[in-house]
């Protein structure tokens, strides 16, 4: 008796320092967090990268052959766009004369240029719709740059900035509000403002759309700056399908981001964006 | 087992580079593939029930690599397998029913509570201590999800099973 006694009561302190090292051990890790993940993704980096567009390579490779059926629909597609665009490019060419006439005159500082820093992705958490890429602190990425790629598409925006790496939380994120300006083909009626809402899982939902504006599929959106996080003007995806309940106050849209992963190699952080 | 637990700590941290870096482009309809649960899971299922070093070990590694891929605090993951480790181990402990059998309809209804349990676990750490995470359960991406994941583990399962039968006859 005397002896079981005396096994439960070695036991259970020796239970309680397991935990309390333990606690200390996992303080000491949090501690130094970044530290650690700097370090991991420093010396993993190179076959980090490599998998990332092995990855994107070969879904590109399978993405073929599941696409094949629909390559004559596609090309059909193609060929309609195409003189769509070209029709465009000739009105285009006109307003540009015009553009550069009036900029000239009213001297505007919107088309000034923001300094970029290049940065290539080596990864993606899905669970979080985030990327992470190879420039951090030392290149002076703070929290929340807006993140680019070449085609002035917006991805997000940086959430933690490591010493050589950052994590750059996507548009399509739980968290991410953006507001937006759908861009309508006539510029006399008054613009349509709403916003963005991630929806997880890479997907998108744009809300808070008054009911009694128009908005269709197809609509371009792009950001708006309201909220003051991103410069106006970036492309963020178009609508695919609209959502309009009479009972609700406004209407919502499904969206199709510009932003996809598989396109995605190098980026862009617009390092001095700051709100005039 | 010295040799056992450093291979099981490399595993861990290669298939978090897979799943992080190569995976990420096979997403099914947003629905994305967990490597290092997947091993955490076979290893748990196929230990010993009275034994608990590996599973303890496993927890903690996956935990870290989850953590170190993902934003969490360190700890939270490592908290949740760890509850998931014990709670299969006493499942197992019920279900099993003699030495060296591993039935694949318990390795998948497990594996599918398994999965829920940590995702709810990860869905309440969200909302209580970090805010960048998705947390979407109660959504058809979410069975997809496990449905995906389902299809690795089974394939690790026999995979694993060969294995040990392999070690078994030599």
């Known amino acids: 008796m005397n002896v079981f006694l005396n096994k439960r009561n070695t036991i259970l302190p020796k239970i309680l320092i397991g935990i309390l090292i333990f606690l200390i051990f996992i303080a000491i890790l949090n501690l130094f967090q970044k530290q650690f993940n700097n370090f991991f993704y420093s010396i993993s980096n190179p076959l980090y990268k490599a998998l990332f567009r092995a990855g994107a390579n ?22 309609l766009k195409n003189q769509e665009l070209l029709d465009e ?10 553009n550069q006439a009036l900029r000239e005159v009213i001297a505007t500082q919107q088309d000034k240029e923001f300094k970029l820093v290049l940065a290539n992705v080596i990864g993606a958490d899905n669970y979080q719709d985030s990327i992470l890429i190879d420039k951090g602190s030392e290149n002076g990425i703070s929290e929340n740059m807006p993140v680019i790629n070449s085609q002035n598409v917006l991805f997000g925006k940086i959430f933690k900035v490591y010493k050589n790496f950052s994590k750059v939380m996507l548009i399509s994120n739980q968290n991410s509000v953006l507001d937006i300006k759908i861009q309508k083909d006539d510029t006399i009626s008054a613009p349509i403002y709403g916003v963005l809402r991630g929806e997880g899982n890479f997907t998108a939902i744009l809300d808070m759309v008054p009911l009694d504006r128009e908005i269709k599929n197809n609509d371009m959106l792009i950001t708006s700056s309201l909220e003051g996080n991103f410069p106006r003007g970036l492309l963020i995806g178009k609508i695919i399908e609209v959502n309009k309940d009479d009972l609700k106050p406004f209407q919502t849209a499904k969206v199709g981001l510009f932003s996809s ?16 | 087992m010295l040799i056992r637990l450093p291979v099981i700590f490399l595993l861990f941290g290669l298939l978090g580079i897979f799943q992080t870096g190569f995976f990420t482009h096979f997403n099914i309809m947003g629905a994305s593939l967990n490597l290092i649960f997947i091993l955490f899971y076979i290893i748990v299922f196929f230990e010993n029930s009275k034994k608990y070093i590996q599973g303890i070990f496993s ?37 099993r029913k003699k030495k060296g059998e591993y039935p694949i309809t318990y390795f998948i209804s497990l594996f599918v509570l398994s999965f829920i349990i940590y995702n709810l676990f990860l869905a309440i750490s969200v909302y209580l201590l970090n805010s960048h995470m998705k947390v979407s359960l109660l959504n058809w991406i979410f069975v997809i999800e496990i449905a995906y994941n389902l299809l690795f583990a089974v394939f690790g399962f026999y995979i694993y099973k060969k294995f040990k039968l392999y070690k078994i006859e030599e």
């Open chain 1, 58 to 79: 070969t879904s590109g490779f399978l993405g073929l052959f599941l696409e094949a059926n629909n390559l004559a629909r596609i090309n059909n597609e193609l060929i």
């Open chain 1, 89 to 98: 490019i000739s009105f285009l060419q006109n307003a540009k004369i015009e």
């Open chain 1, 261 to 276: 992963l598989k396109q995605i190699d190098k980026l862009f952080i617009i390092s001095d964006y700051k709100l005039e």
């Open chain 2, 59 to 95: 927890a903690f590694t996956a935990g870290f690599f989850l953590d170190i891929f993902s934003s969490f605090y360190f700890g939270t993951s490592f908290i949740c397998l760890l509850i998931i480790a014990f709670i299969l181990k006493h499942m197992l402990e019920l279900l």
